[in-house]
Nanobody
Framework: QVQLVESGGGLGQAGGSLRLSCAPS????????MGWYRQAAGKQRELVAI???????TYGDSVKGRFAISRDNAKNTVYLQMNSLKPEDTADYYC???????????????WGQGTQVTVSS
C-alpha cells in the first residue's frame, strides 16, 4: 500500500504565504504525476496543481500566478508554494500521486488524508 504523508498548512494571512509538502511511504516501483487538490466547505474538490515527472505543470485557474508546484524526484516529494493567499483559498488540501506498485502493474491513484489551510482576512 502507498500512503501519502502531507505536512505544512495551518493558518495564514491574506497576502501571506504557506508551503505544503507531501511524500509517499510504503512500497512502490514508480511515482508518476503528483499534485494537490482542495475542497472548501460545501464545495466540490477542485484541482490546485499537478506536476509530471518531467516537471510539466498544470494549475487551476484560481491559483495561477500565485501558487507554484515543484517536486524532487529523488525524494518522490511534491511541494506547493502558496503566495498571495486569499481567504477563498481556505480549504482542505489533498495530496495526489499516481503510483505503480510493482513493475508490470498498472498505475493507481493515491490520496493523502488532507491538511487544512485557513486564510484570515
Amino acid at each position: 500500500q502507498v500512503q501519502l504523508v502531507e505536512s505544512g498548512g495551518g493558518l495564514g494571512q491574506a497576502g501571506g504565504s504557506l508551503r505544503l509538502s507531501c511524500a509517499p511511504s510504503g512500497s512502490f516501483s514508480r511515482i508518476n504525476d503528483m499534485g494537490w487538490y482542495r475542497q472548501a466547505a460545501g464545495k466540490q474538490r477542485e484541482l490546485v496543481a499537478i506536476i509530471t515527472r518531467r516537471s510539466v505543470t498544470t494549475y487551476g485557474d484560481s491559483v495561477k500566478g500565485r501558487f507554484a508546484i515543484s517536486r524532487d524526484n529523488a525524494k518522490n516529494t511534491v511541494y506547493l508554494q502558496m503566495n498571495s493567499l486569499k481567504p477563498e483559498d481556505t480549504a482542505d488540501y489533498y495530496c495526489y500521486a499516481g503510483a505503480i506498485r510493482w513493475i508490470g502493474s498498472t498505475e493507481a491513484a493515491y490520496w493523502g488524508q488532507g491538511t487544512q489551510v485557513t486564510v484570515s482576512s
